[in-house]
């Protein structure tokens, strides 16, 4: 593997939230001409779909994360829109080892309409690439152990790190 690339983003929560409920409902409304009689012209139903699948979509494919390139050892921290991914490389510093920690957490989503509103206790599992002195350069958070332990093997193998 080339490139190690970390998203972060959540489709459960926010700005994502909101934008996979308007592409769903685009997507509905550019069926329900196939599934009811519809009195409205068909122009006004492609125009609605049409808006909403727009608006939906573009939210949904932004986001921010972190691309690693192990072969010339350089990092980009960028913004993704629409697939393309902004931001300069950098060359990677000095990276003496990799911790993984968990902490758990109480989580509260903020009511905003939009959002499902929730409470409850959430466990973090943090991926930390320690620089010179073991100072942190890099963190990088997920809710999944899995997901987690398997990029913490990408990251110690891609850049050739020991476990702290």
């Given amino acids: 593997m080339k490139y190690y690339n970390f998203k972060s ?3 459960n929560s926010g700005p994502h939230f ?7 409902c685009g997507l509905i409304i550019l069926l329900s001409p196939f599934l009811f009689e519809l009195q409205v012209p068909l122009e006004t139903v492609y125009w609605l779909s049409g808006v909403l699948l ?3 979509t573009r939210i949904v ?3 921010r994360g972190t691309l ?8 980009k921290e960028y913004t993704s829109f629409l697939g393309y991914k902004f931001g300069e490389w950098h060359a990677l510093p000095a990276l003496s080892g990799i911790t993984f ?3 758990k957490q109480r989580v509260t989503n903020t009511v905003n309409g939009v959002s499902p ?4 206790e959430l466990v ?3 991926l930390i690439l320690l620089g010179r002195n073991d100072q942190p350069e890099f963190t990088f958070s997920f809710t999944n152990k899995k997901k987690a332990a398997k990029h913490h093997r990408w990251l110690e193998v891609g850049l050739g790190l020991r476990r702290i």
């Fill in 124 to 126: 973090f599992y943090h």
């Fill in 9 to 11: 983003r959540s489709f």
């Fill in 117 to 120: 509103t929730w409470s409850g």
């Fill in 68 to 75: 690693i390139n192990f072969t010339h050892k350089q990092f």
């Fill in 101 to 103: 920690t968990s902490k």
């Fill in 61 to 63: 494919s932004y986001y």
């Fill in 18 to 24: 909101l934008g996979l409920i308007l592409t769903f």
């Fill in 54 to 56: 727009f608006i939906g």
